[in-house]
């Protein structure tokens, strides 16, 4: 059975402490924003490291591909 961006949101949720979660795709191909203060003063490689251990296993298994934008609360905020 293919994911759901739901299925993606809470698996991200439960792995790491997010203020905000936006996921959309198809089942294959995923899109998240991803705002966590646990980015602050951290560099793009280890924001999606960060998540990328929230996904665990399911990334080399059931998710065939994610894009990301990973914020900090500040930086997400001053984009609206």
């Known amino acids: 059975m293919l994911p759901t961006p739901e299925n993606i949101r809470t698996y991200i949720a439960d792995?790491?402490?997010?203020?905000?979660?936006?996921?959309?795709g198809d089942g294959a191909h995923f899109e998240a924003?991803?705002?966590?203060?646990?980015?602050?003063?951290?560099?793009?490689?280890?924001?999606?490291?960060?998540?990328?251990?929230?996904?665990g296993d399911r990334m080399k298994q059931e998710i065939h591909a994610l894009s990301m934008q990973t914020l900090t609360p500040e930086e997400f905020n001053g984009n609206r």
């Open 33 to 55: 924003v991803i705002v966590s203060a646990a980015f602050a003063g951290k560099r793009l490689i280890a924001r999606h490291q960060l998540v990328y251990a929230a996904l």
């Open 15 to 24: 792995g790491l402490d997010c203020e905000h979660i936006e996921v959309t």
